[in-house]
Structures are given as structure tokens and as C-alpha cells.
């Protein structure tokens, strides 16, 4: 921009009368000098030294209020005497003329500065000094200082007033200029520098502006987006579900804004990248001038949608598989144990295949129950159970259950190499989830088949962590293993690799979440082409209390006494009350807790053991148990379950889990009378 020339400055000493064509040439040309220069302080420097020369002063100078309000800033200066002397800054709530103006809000005439109390001296030449404020409606913006030799008469400071105007219309300009260009600057950091994929649109829906983020997501430079339009940028299938030009044009003019829809981008080896699409329409003067659109990415929100989905499905078929397995649990009973009576009453005088296929019949029975046993501890969803957990045995189960899912390719191996307690103090399902993760995560790093191996042994513990009892449990794969950028970000959630992206989601991140929770330390060893070594350190714990065992005891025990039994399953009820008349007990019995009641207050001095089912209509037993405590005092029970023992609550002191043994019920039995009445 050219500097405006100051030119010859018409002259108009202190208390002259100037004549109008003078005054006017100095307003003109003050007006003129201001009006070109709003982008340009030098401007406001010249058209004060135009008033300095016109009307004979000492010092012209132009104070701007701070952004704050409470300080005054030297804007621009014109001076005959030293200008070292002026105050580059003053407080607004301090002394001297200026600052009492701009309180005042009026024009200060002080014809004596030196005898006036708010004056601070900075030159002997200075005698009159002439402040106005420079003004936005009622608000002060500035003050315009004048400071000459002798008093400002009437007819001159008319005329500087006049030039106030001016310098107070230019600077309040200049001020909503800078502010402006603050507020541009701030939207462009903010525009270019969001996380948000930003860009603006035209009428045709091509691309005019982009964002830095919205140019990272698509890995193209912005000449090669600009002028595109989005559903160009998107992956085939996605374009083809994309919005027509016209459709999107007339809801932007009508609605202001698009209903949110969903793309997908294109990225290099993963699965495309989902994006949400919120538009809002650019208007002007009433009239659609493209609009504005923030893209947002719910790649992972689509995937924890789906992940919920899967655990709202698994968590059914949990429900699911505990109903079935209670069910299969009675029935298991009715078999086993009408098997065991035949043995008991008949097997001397049964032919020896009889015996031989009987026995066979009974091992497939116990392999069932196992197999219902296993199913029951996995499908259990109650994260805060926690007990002694044998990790051995939880191997051994869990592998059981993954010889029906992993690829006949893969061979499954375990070994141990301690001779001591293997027992940990955790949550059965989430160790037993902790082992099928892994083996799902070594079964897609083995496409073609490989070998996969648990063993578990003793340890001093990780490293940086207190020396002590530690059990080491270490799973192997002979898959294609991991380069140093995978290993460093298997855990995150939803973290993929370009060679088995199907593995992408929670479940190593659930793996080291499990080992958290449970004080323990997780390590990684894998490099590619040399297979991957989990190794999973937890404290050991010392004093697991054993839970009852089915085989304690070579034969069954027997015993006297009269037993109220109360199964809502007539065959399990029947095959049980056989068992427990064979064990030598009476046996007096119950298919519902209403009849059991009844029982009981007929002869409630007769019974010294309640076997009670947990599962049944009317009420539960141990809510059945409570009601008779209540009644009739304490009472001997014995809690019978075909769901997974290890969830229940704190009342089941005594309890068997289904499918009976006699071995099992007669001890169960013979405790359970033993012990002290509740």
C-alpha cells in the first residue's frame, strides 16, 4: 500500500480565528490521510503531524484502551519536543489527564497544566493540554491528546473536536479490523488444526476447502482432493449407497442441514475406515451456497457395537447352556444313579458282558458329566466370583472344550513342570476366557497349522516384581509371530496387522485386562516367522481350601436317620430317594417347597437332614431352608445344584453338584448331619 503524502499543512496558530477553506482543508485532508490508511499505522502518525502543523501544537498524540480495559496504549505520536517523554503505557485509574478523561467520558481543557493536580510534567515548553475522548456510541476507545504553548481557544478546539471524529471513527475501524483478523486467525488454527475432518462444499457438492485432518484420513495431498467430490473419495461399495447431487442439494436448501449417513474411506491393508457425515447448509442473502460437513470416525464405535453384540449373543448362550446342562444334569443323575442301584442290588447276579457294557454305559455317563461340568464353569458371566482356581485343571478342562473348535491342523499339547499346588485365588470363567483368546489369537496366526502348547511351572516371578510363590503359565504357538511394530500394540483394543486383520478387536486387550485383575504380570516373546510365547505369571495361592470331593472315599457311606428330600424332578427325585434308602436312611419326599413345608409341620420333630434342590418353582432352597430355620429353629441341610456350584452364595456351606454318585451323596450326607445345625 502507497504512504498518503502529508502535502503543505494549512496553518492555524493558537487563538487565531481560522477561516473556513482552512479549516476545511485541514479536515479533508486529516479525513483523507485516515480513510486510506486504516490498514496502515504510519497513516495515523501523518494526519497527526497535519493537526501539529495546522494548529501550531507542541504534541499530537493518540491513546487506544487495552483489550482488558485497563490500560491506555500509545497508539501513534506527533511531536515538536522530545518524544522520550510520553508514556508508552499509563493505567487507566491513574493520575493525570488522559486517564481522567476517558473516565469522565468528556473533553478536558486544561489552560494551565502545570498548576493542575492530575497533570504529570514532562516538558517546561508544554503549557495548555486539550484531551478528548474518542468515542463508539458511549463507549471510550481512545483519547486524542493535544499539548501546545498557549490555551486552546473555543473556535479551535470546535475544530479539533471535529478531528476527534474522525480519529475515533478510524480507530474504532482499525480495532474491529484486528479483532476481526484475530477471530479469522483463530478460526483458521481452529479449522486447520482440529482433530475433525472439516471441508466446504459448493452446489454441486465438489470439494473447495479441506482441512489438514481430513487430508491425513484420505493420504492425498490437497490438490488431489480439491474439486472432488466426497463420494469419490470413498470405497466402491460405499459410493454406490451414497446420496445423489440433487437429493442432497434440496434437503441442504430445504432442512439446513443433511440427515447423518455413514462412509466408508479406502485405507492401505486394513478394513475400511467408517466415517459419519454431519452437513449444515451456507447460506446467503437467503440463497444455498454449498455448505460446511465434519466428518467423525466410529470405526471403533461400529466395532463395539458389534462387539456387544457378540457378548449380548455369548451371554445368551451362556443362559442358554446353563439351562440345558441343568437339565442334562438331572437327567445324568437318573441314569448314573438307577446304574449304580442296579449294580448295588443285582450286579453278583448279572452275566458278565451285563456287567461289562453296564460299566461301559457309567464311564460315558461320567464323561458327559465332566463335559456338562465344563460347559456350566465357561458359560458362568459373573465377573466378580472370585475362589481357588487349580490352573492345571482349568487347563486341562479348557482344552477339553477346544479340541471341539480348533482346526484338526493344529495340535493341541500341555505339560506340566511343577509337582506342587497349582492354585490361584481368581474368577474361573474370565481365566478359562483368558486361555480360549489366546488359543483363537495362535489359531488365526496358523492358517495352514501349526502346534499349540500350556504348560505350567514354578516361579520366583517377573521381573520388578517382589520375589515370592509364583506359578508360571506359558502358551506357545509355532505360527508366523509378530515384528517389533505389532508386539508394541497387540493390547490396544481394536488393534489389527495387515496379515490376519480378522483378529482385530477386544480380545488380547481382554487378555491383559483378565491378568490385571488378577495381580498377575503378562509377557510377550515373538518375532516373525518364530511363532509367539505368552507368558502369564500369577501369585500363588496358599490357602485354597479344596472343594468336596466326588471320590473321597472308596465305597460309599452309609448311615441312619430320617431325611425330608425335596426335587422338583419326579425321575431325579425318584432315583435319589433310592440312592439314599440304599445308603440305609429314610427317605420321605418333597416335589415342591409348599409340600415340603407341609411335611415339615407335620413332623417337625421327625427329620435330621432337608436335601434340597437350589432350582426349583416357588422358591429356591435356600429361600425354603430360611423359612423353616425361621419356623421351627435350626435344621441340618444339604443344597443339591445342577448349575455350577462355584457361583453360588454364601449359605451353600454343605452342597453337591449334579449328576449324584452314592459315593458323593452318601458323604455329602454323612457331613452335612455331622456338622452343627444353622
Known amino acids: 500500500m502507497s504512504k498518503p503524502q502529508t502535502g503543505a499543512a494549512p496553518q492555524i496558530r493558537a487563538g487565531g480565528d481560522p477561516s473556513l477553506v482552512v479549516q476545511l482543508e485541514t479536515l479533508v485532508r486529516v479525513n483523507e490521510l485516515l480513510l486510506n490508511g486504516v490498514k496502515d499505522d504510519e497513516a495515523l502518525q501523518q494526519a497527526l503531524s497535519v493537526v501539529l502543523e495546522s494548529f501550531a501544537l507542541l504534541v499530537a498524540s493518540v491513546y487506544e484502551i487495552s483489550a482488558d480495559g485497563n490500560w491506555l496504549h500509545l497508539r501513534a505520536a506527533a511531536s515538536k519536543i522530545s518524544t522520550e517523554q510520553l508514556l508508552p503505557r499509563m493505567a487507566l485509574g491513574g493520575p493525570g489527564i488522559i486517564p481522567e478523561t476517558v473516565r469522565n467520558k468528556q473533553p478536558l481543557h486544561v489552560e494551565d497544566c502545570h498548576s493542575h493536580s492530575s497533570y504529570v510534567a514532562r516538558d517546561s515548553a508544554v503549557l495548555s493540554e486539550y484531551a478528548i475522548p474518542l468515542l463508539s456510541s458511549s463507549r471510550v476507545v481512545g483519547v486524542l491528546n493535544l499539548e501546545a504553548a498557549a490555551p486552546f481557544d473555543a473556535e479551535m478546539r470546535k475544530m479539533l473536536d471535529r ?8 480507530l474504532l475501524n482499525r480495532q474491529l479490523y484486528d479483532e476481526a483478523k484475530r477471530s479469522r486467525d483463530h478460526l483458521h488454527d481452529l479449522y486447520h488444526n482440529s ?8 452446489n454441486e457438492t465438489k470439494i ?7 487430508l491425513d484420513y484420505l493420504g492425498l495431498s490437497r490438490d488431489r482432493v480439491i474439486g472432488r467430490r466426497l463420494s469419490e473419495l470413498c470405497t466402491s461399495a460405499s459410493a454406490r449407497r451414497f446420496p445423489p447431487v440433487e437429493s442432497v442439494i434440496e434437503e441442504l436448501a430445504q432442512q439446513r442441514e443433511l440427515t447423518p449417513f455413514d462412509v466408508e474411506l479406502p485405507t492401505r491393508g486394513d478394513e475400511p475406515r467408517l466415517m459419519r457425515v454431519y452437513a449444515n447448509a451456507v447460506m446467503v442473502e437467503g440463497e444455498l451456497h454449498g455448505g460446511r460437513a465434519v466428518l467423525l470416525n466410529v470405526t471403533q464405535e461400529r466395532e463395539l457395537q458389534r462387539q456387544l453384540v457378540e457378548a449380548q449373543k455369548m451371554q445368551a448362550v451362556g443362559t442358554l447352556t446353563a439351562g440345558i446342562a441343568h437339565d442334562f444334569n438331572n437327567i445324568l443323575t437318573t441314569v448314573l444313579g438307577q446304574i449304580e442301584l442296579l449294580n448295588m442290588r443285582h450286579g453278583a447276579r448279572l452275566p458278565e458282558d451285563a456287567l461289562e457294557r453296564l460299566k461301559r454305559i457309567e464311564r460315558s455317563g461320567r464323561r458327559a458329566a465332566t463335559l456338562v461340568g465344563q460347559l456350566l464353569s465357561f458359560s458362568r458371566q459373573d465377573p466378580r466370583q472370585m475362589g481357588a482356581v487349580d490352573l492345571w485343571a482349568m487347563v486341562g478342562a479348557t482344552m477339553e472344550l477346544l479340541r471341539h473348535g480348533v482346526p484338526e491342523n493344529i495340535e493341541l499339547h500341555k505339560e506340566l513342570l511343577r509337582s506342587g499346588s497349582s492354585t ?6 474370565q481365566l478359562q476366557q483368558m486361555l480360549v483368546n489366546l488359543a483363537n489369537n495362535a489359531q488365526q496366526s496358523m492358517p495352514k497349522g501349526g502346534k499349540l502348547s500350556f504348560s505350567l511351572q514354578d516361579s520366583e516371578g517377573p521381573e520388578g516384581e517382589p520375589r515370592g510363590r509364583w506359578v508360571l503359565l506359558t502358551v506357545r504357538d509355532t505360527g508366523m509371530g509378530m515384528n517389533e511394530t505389532i508386539r508394541e500394540r497387540i493390547f490396544e483394543p481394536f488393534f489389527s496387522n495387515e496379515r490376519h486383520h480378522d483378529a482385530a478387536g477386544l480380545g488380547l486387550a481382554i487378555v491383559y485386562g483378565i491378568v490385571q485383575a488378577h495381580q498377575g504380570v503378562i509377557e510377550l516373546e515373538s518375532a516373525p516367522g518364530q511363532g509367539t510365547t505368552f507368558r502369564i505369571y500369577l501369585p500363588l495361592w496358599q490357602s485354597a481350601i479344596e472343594p468336596m470331593p466326588n471320590n473321597q472315599q472308596p465305597e460309599p457311606s452309609t448311615g441312619k436317620g430320617r431325611i425330608l428330600l425335596v426335587e422338583d424332578d419326579v425321575a431325579v427325585a425318584e432315583t435319589t430317594g433310592q440312592m439314599l434308602l440304599s445308603l440305609g436312611y429314610e427317605v420321605e419326599t418333597a416335589t415342591l417347597p409348599s409340600q415340603a413345608l407341609a411335611i415339615y409341620e407335620k413332623e417337625r420333630d421327625g427329620f435330621d437332614l432337608v436335601v434340597t434342590d437350589i432350582t426349583m418353582p416357588e422358591m429356591n432352597g435356600y429361600e425354603l431352608a ?4 425361621a419356623r421351627y429353629g435350626p435344621v441340618h441341610v444339604l443344597f443339591v445344584t445342577g448349575y455350577d456350584f462355584s457361583g453360588v452364595g454364601p449359605s451353600s456351606r454343605f452342597l453337591l453338584q449334579k449328576p449324584l454318585t452314592l459315593q458323593s451323596l452318601g458323604e455329602g450326607v454323612r457331613m452335612a448331619m455331622a456338622s452343627e445345625a444353622q
Request: hydrophobic residues 50%.
Open 208 to 214: 473447495t476447502e479441506i482441512n489438514q485432518a481430513g
Open 424 to 429: 490361584v485365588w481368581g474368577n474361573l470363567g
Open 163 to 170: 478531528v476527534a471524529l474522525a480519529v475515533g471513527a478510524v
Open 195 to 202: 482433530p475433525l475432518w472439516h471441508h466446504s462444499f459448493d
Open 626 to 629: 430360611e423359612r423353616i430355620q
